[in-house]
């Protein structure tokens, strides 16, 4: 069962950075794609940022276009989330996934097979 934790959430106040990490339990598995999704309380998870193992592409919500930055960490199947110019809109819940199988779309929560148990981001004005 593979396990992934992350790591560097906390409160911060609006304008202000956070870097998130996400590391998983072993390197036995390959990830198609590692994601970053995000939950507020009373609303449905959503699509943060992901990036494709392989090619390196990497995607992003509109809301967070050009103030996160998703990359990979130098463990394998870990990657960082560069949070800048943080809003108070983006306090949330914010939970680490993979993708461990080929042909899921990395848009939807389905497309991952495994989560971490998420990290407390709290913004203020």
């Known amino acids: 069962q593979v396990q992934l934790v992350e790591s560097g959430g906390g409160l911060v106040q609006a304008g202000g950075s956070l870097r998130l990490s996400c590391a998983a339990s072993?390197?036995?598995?390959?990830?198609?794609?590692m994601g970053w999704y995000r939950q507020a309380p009373g609303k449905q998870r959503e699509f943060v940022s992901v990036?494709?193992?392989?090619?390196?592409?990497?995607y992003y919500a509109d809301s967070v276009k050009g103030r996160f930055t998703i990359s990979k960490a130098n463990a394998k199947n870990s990657v960082h989330l560069q949070m800048n110019n943080l809003k108070p809109e983006d306090k949330s819940i914010y939970y680490c996934?993979?993708?461990?199988?080929?042909?899921?779309?990395?848009?939807?929560?389905?497309?991952?097979?495994?989560w971490g148990q998420g990290t407390q981001v709290t913004v203020t004005s």
């Open positions: 072993d390197d036995t598995f390959s990830s198609y794609a």
């Open positions: 990036i494709g193992w392989k090619s390196g592409l990497t």
């Open positions: 996934a993979t993708d461990t199988l080929s042909g899921n779309n990395w848009f939807l929560t389905d497309g991952y097979d495994f």
